[in-house]
């Protein structure tokens, strides 16, 4: 039964994957495309693990699993999050999709 659902969490996350990628080609600028590649890619690589960790159900092997979707869930948004800013500072993201700009500095706050 285990390995059925191992087979189930590891095909959705390839699905996931999979999905992020053809938003990647498909996505018309740099902002959506990075929310591709972020938001659907972590989860189907949680998914993919949670996969690995039933199937190998050993100690050391669930760890080293933990420790990999632990660390991609912190670096993941981070690294995201500086590209996207650094982008947008280059002016490579396109405005008029925009529905909020909080980063732009010509705007009057009160």
């Known amino acids: ?53 039933l199937s190998l159900r050993t100690t050391v092997d669930i760890t080293t699993l933990v420790l990999v979707g632990v660390f991609q869930l912190a670096t993941a948004p981070v690294a995201a999050y500086m590209v996207g800013r650094a982008a947008y500072r280059d002016g490579q993201a396109r405005s008029d999709l925009l529905i909020l700009d909080e980063l732009n500095d010509k705007d009057e706050r009160p």
């Open 1 to 53: 039964m285990l390995d059925v659902i191992a087979a189930i969490c590891i095909f959705l996350g390839a699905l996931l994957s999979l999905a992020a990628g053809v938003a990647l080609v498909r996505f018309p600028d740099l902002l959506t495309r990075m929310h591709a590649a972020t938001k659907p890619q972590i989860l189907g690589l949680l998914l993919i693990l949670i996969g690995c960790a």
